[in-house]
């Protein structure tokens, strides 16, 4: 189901993924740097999603202002909180990239506000860029020390923005309940040497259903 949600004078395009029966839990997804909401990692982990009950709604919101892109994610929060179509209990945030910086960014805000009523269940961070390529020396690490929901993260272990050891050093960090399940010599772009696109979406899909799992009070109507 396509929608426009309002952002400014602007609308932002999103997608509804629905699952077959009616749910409680629902999963914002978002693009990274480049691309949008029709990046095939995206549109894979929604369909996944949506055929095992969880209602995912993706969007695009180009630019490259983090501050911007963070209002975008609040705005996608606030419409899919007060739709009286679906009445969730609870989202989580997702983001590839850039994306999942923007997530991050909003459960940090969100967090230091009084407003923090437990919509937001958890976070999951793909390809997460904790720094630039070779400029390890500054990390992009200070909303996630803020965050007390439960975050996964899923990297390549040869992500040239997210050195393994500094990722695993900023997680034992983090007060947050969180997991990282690396992808076997991936790179940011989740590309692996000698592994289908599919092979490797169906890994990180898996991942994240069964981390959902864990996270939720599954029910099963």
């Not at 009950?53 to 705005?75: E, P, Q, S």
Request: proline share 3%; glycine share 8%.
């Amino acid at each position: 189901v396509k929608v426009k949600i309002p952002f400014g004078n602007k609308y932002l395009d999103a997608i509804f993924s629905l699952p077959e029966k009616k749910t409680k839990y629902g999963m914002i997804l978002t693009h990274g740097a480049g691309g949008d909401m029709n990046f095939p990692h995206l549109v894979s982990l929604a369909a996944y999603l949506a055929s095992h009950g969880v209602l995912c709604l993706r969007f695009t919101c180009k630019g490259l202002n983090i501050a911007y892109r963070t209002k975008a994610f609040k705005t996608v929060v606030e419409y899919l909180k007060l739709s009286g179509d679906y009445k969730l209990s609870g989202v989580f945030l997702a983001g590839r990239s850039m994306g999942s910086r923007a997530a991050a960014s909003l459960i940090r805000q969100l967090s230091q506000e009084d407003d923090d009523d437990g919509f937001i269940q958890g976070l999951v961070c793909l390809s997460y860029p904790l720094h630039r390529p070779k400029l390890q020396s500054k990390l992009r690490d200070e909303d996630l020390f803020f965050i007390s929901c439960p975050v996964l993260f899923v990297s390549g272990s040869a992500d040239e923005m997210c050195e393994k050891q500094l990722l695993e050093g900023v997680a034992s960090k983090m007060k947050a309940p969180k997991k990282i399940h690396w992808i076997d010599k991936a790179n940011h772009g989740m590309a692996v040497k000698g592994r289908t696109t599919d092979d490797v979406m169906e890994e990180i899909n898996a991942q994240v259903f069964s981390w959902l799992r864990e996270n939720i009070e599954w029910e099963h109507k």
